[in-house]
């Protein structure tokens, strides 16, 4: 099994920053993506910003010049920063990695996507 953990949030004010920070642990032979969802009240979640296979980024045009997705491949970690928050960025953020287990895995195309259990960030004054 494969678990992800975040950790960063908080409650912040308009204008603020936090970093999030999602580290995966368990049995991984390959991570395919690895990236922030978020998921506010009443709401569908949402891509925020990921890694893809290619180790390019992709970010939410929302987030487009206010996030930064980084991370340290050794320590199988992600990391979210996020500048100038606004209320609109209210929400539960989750991290998200697609997962093959094996080598026999892998070499199929066989990944699986595994879910953290979400960190609350906040902006309000």
């Known amino acids: 099994q494969v678990q992800l953990v975040e950790s960063g949030g908080d409650l912040v004010q308009p204008g603020g920053s936090l970093r999030l920070s999602c580290v995966a642990s368990g049995r991984m032979f390959s991570i395919h993506s690895m990236g922030w969802y978020r998921q506010a009240p009443g709401k569908q979640r949402e891509l925020v910003a990921t890694?893809?296979?290619?180790?390019?980024?992709m970010y939410a045009e929302s987030v487009k010049g206010r996030f930064t997705i980084s991370r340290d491949t050794a320590k199988n970690t992600v990391f979210l920063q996020m500048n100038g928050l606004q209320s609109e960025d209210t929400a539960v953020y989750y991290c998200?990695?697609?997962?093959?287990?094996?080598?026999?895995?892998?070499?199929?195309?066989?990944?699986?996507?595994?879910w953290g259990q979400g960190t609350q960030v906040t902006v309000s004054s």
């Open positions: 998200k990695a697609a997962v093959a287990p094996t080598l026999t895995a892998y070499s199929r195309g066989l990944y699986s996507d595994y």
């Open positions: 890694f893809t296979r290619s180790s390019s980024s």
